[in-house]
């Protein structure tokens, strides 16, 4: 933080940097239950984030294609199941896009509690 005449200058924030690949809603909500409650199978997963099978589908494969999550598929009698769990690079770029959220809302609360 520096004064720079008479007004504070915060850090910066990288806006630039935040992952595109963590930012949407489905992506985000993909890697925020698999941290948080572990492996999901595919059907858990549509369900917890209301998402359609089209959509989920696509963006589990972004994150798989990125080496975010991991898809293991099984049979369970005659029906096939994905299981999907996150990678430690997507664990670490989970936290790193939350950091960046975090030094968003500590900025914004901060300028909120002058005015």
Known sequence: M????????LP????NG???AVHGPIRLGV?????TQ???DFTTLRGVLQATDGALGSHLQKLEE???????????????RSTYTI??????ALLKYLDTLQAIVELVQKDSAKS
Do not use: S
Not at 31 to 35: G, I, R
Not at 66 to 80: E, L, M, S, T
Not at 87 to 92: I, L, M, Y
């Open 2 to 9: 520096r004064l720079n005449a008479g007004r504070i200058d």
């Open 12 to 15: 910066a924030i990288d806006f």
């Open 18 to 20: 935040l992952d595109t």
């Open 31 to 35: 890697l925020t239950t698999l941290q």
């Open 38 to 40: 572990g492996a999901r």
């Open 66 to 80: 990125i080496g975010y999550v991991k898809c293991q598929k099984a049979f369970v009698g005659r029906k096939p």
């Open 87 to 92: 990678t430690a690079a997507g664990r670490r």
